[in-house]
């Protein structure tokens, strides 16, 4: 039997002191020292196996803080940690406390194709750490081979509507074979484009006229959040293929990231899969010749189990479900608190399906940090991430 942890962790904009990231925004040296410290401390809290970075501009600073995180961590076994002359060493509860430094971990970094040393036009990456390595070089989506062309017709009729076309993603997404126990484990990484309205730059002049607010331009900006969303589901497809192509072959799989989204929204449904009905038998045939032609019970088990088979279940629904918590939430702006970090599971993971290798033990929620967003005056915007981290406790069944 084996146990690991997997965790998502936003970290918003790591990047080394004095270097512009975006306009007009960087890090005084006093400012970095107190972010990294902080990031060192959520890190020592985690202790997680696997973590899915988002929000990194720069590998070197990533590295630091983890070699941080492992003095403090060493530093605290060493004073909470007795040694094999005590005769209460075995104690369950040590075992607990102990810390597992990140020694022999891999860290691999993948910066975003958009990102240039620009100051003040910097764009992130991600990057995934963990202790039990990789059992293949990671892959990084984002430059597409093939466009993605995304066909669009008229309602009422099949004539030609035109495309929406997406060729390279505003981040890019990594994919992992991690190996854990005896079992190999695909892990996708992910940070989808914001809600942030995408404005077009005319040829020639300095900036979006939707940028002026003093000439606010509520269309254009209307049609800004349109093209973001637009963008937001495109990725979702392109990360539900990867997915897929995993799945198709029969591997567990695991999705962790920033969604920018909630789990009922139309970005994280495409990244998870339909959710079967409980019945297709009352449904009316797609070759229907009359209006009894249903689908058969035999084929109701197989419409049922084809879609369940490619779905993802969301670690946080499953938690709540054996749960009496009624309140997660990973962000919090303008009053508004939701998650928008999630991690999904393939069903492999799931304890209802007889096929299954594992199950979710438990979901931590780390949010004490969070501020509203909205209010510029609130403690720890800028330095500590205006993310909550998410953690899932797994438990293998068989395996090392």
């Not at 990057?127 to 039990?132: D, M």
């Not at 079967?276 to 019970?297: E, I, T, V």
Request: aromatic letters at 10%; one cysteine or more.
């Amino acid at each position: 039997m084996t146990d690991f942890t997997i965790a998502s962790f936003n970290v918003k904009n790591l990047i080394g002191p004095d270097q512009e990231y975006y306009k007009f925004q960087n890090y005084t040296p006093e400012e970095y020292a107190w972010k990294s410290d902080w990031m060192a401390d959520q890190m020592l809290t985690l202790d997680a196996d696997v973590v899915g970075f988002q929000e990194i501009f720069d590998e070197v600073p990533l590295r630091e803080i983890i070699a941080e995180t492992d003095r403090r961590g060493m530093e605290a076994n060493a004073a909470s940690l007795p040694d094999v002359s005590k005769r209460y060493h075995r104690k369950a509860i040590f075992r607990k406390l102990a810390y597992t430094p990140y020694t022999g971990a891999e860290l691999v970094f993948a910066p975003n194709v958009n990102d240039s040393d620009m100051p003040g036009k910097r764009r992130p990456g991600l990057a995934i750490l963990s202790r039990y390595g990789f059992a293949e070089p990671v892959e990084v989506i984002q430059d597409l081979a093939q466009p993605v062309d995304i066909p669009m017709a008229c309602l009422g009729g099949d004539d030609d509507a035109g495309y929406y076309t997406l060729r390279r993603l505003s981040r890019p997404i990594m994919k992992a074979r991690i190996p854990v126990g005896d079992q190999l484990i695909t892990v996708f990484n992910c940070h989808l484009k914001s809600k942030l309205g995408e404005f077009i730059t005319p040829q020639g002049a300095p900036y979006a006229p939707e940028s002026v607010l003093t000439a606010y331009d509520a269309s254009g900006r209307a049609l800004g959040a349109l093209r973001a969303a637009l963008r937001r589901m495109a990725e979702a497809w392109v990360l539900r293929r990867a997915v897929l192509d995993e799945l198709e072959q029969g591997r567990p799989v695991m999705v962790l990231g920033d969604f920018n989204d909630g789990e009922h929204a139309v970005s994280s449904e495409i990244i998870s899969g339909e959710t079967p009905f409980r019945n297709y038998a009352w449904m009316l045939r797609h070759d229907a010749s009359h209006s009894g032609d249903r689908y058969s019970a035999k084929e109701d088990a197989q419409i049922r189990d084809t879609i369940d088979r490619l779905r993802l279940r969301a670690a946080e629904k499953m938690f709540l479900k054996k749960s009496l918590r009624d309140v997660v939430y990973t962000t919090a702006f303008g009053g508004v608190h939701e998650s928008i970090d999630q991690i999904y599971m393939s069903r492999h993971f799931d304890p209802d399906w007889s096929g299954s290798i594992g199950e979710m033990q438990y979901f931590s929620v780390f949010n004490d940090h969070l501020t509203d967003g909205s209010h510029p005056e609130a403690p720890y915007n800028k330095l500590a991430s205006d993310h909550g981290q998410i953690m899932a406790h797994m438990h293998l069944y068989g395996g090392k």
